[in-house]
């Protein structure tokens, strides 16, 4: 199995920024990060496709979270800027063994993190 080791969380004011980083042990067609606030379903906020890189955002998102990779590394990103106290939540790296285009639905996605927490205030 694929296995997600993820970092960056942490507790940061309003309007900062924060930079998660999370790497897998083998190639993944997609990498997508999800996150759980409180009183909130799981929902998929950034997705990244290997081929060509495209990606996707949830409306929440978009604007001021930017998803990454390198493929070298089999590395993805997620910088945050301009946090908010609702992006608040835990924050789970996803990989999917194929697909494409990636999509925003945890059901697409075969291996997970276990999820680091963001907290803004």
């Known amino acids: ?3 997600l080791v993820e970092s960056g969380g942490g507790s940061v004011q309003a ?3 924060l930079r998660l980083s999370c790497t897998a042990s083998g190639y993944n067609f ?3 990060w999800f996150r759980q606030s409180p009183g909130k379903e799981r929902e998929g906020i950034a997705t990244i ?3 060509g890189g495209s990606t996707d955002y949830a409306d929440s998102v978009k604007g001021r979270f930017t ?3 390198d ?3 089999n ?3 997620l910088q945050m800027d301009s946090l908010k ?5 835990m924050y789970y790296c996803a990989a999917a063994r194929r697909g494409f285009p990636c999509k925003r639905e945890g059901k697409n996605y075969d291996y997970w993190g276990q999820g680091t927490q963001v907290t803004v205030s």
């Open 71 to 73: 493929y070298a590394k």
């Open 1 to 3: 199995d694929v296995q």
């Open 30 to 32: 997609c990498m997508a």
């Open 49 to 51: 496709g290997r081929p």
């Open 15 to 17: 309007g900062g920024s």
């Open 75 to 77: 590395t993805v990103f």
């Open 67 to 69: 998803i990454s990779q």
């Open 85 to 89: 106290p609702e992006d608040t939540g």
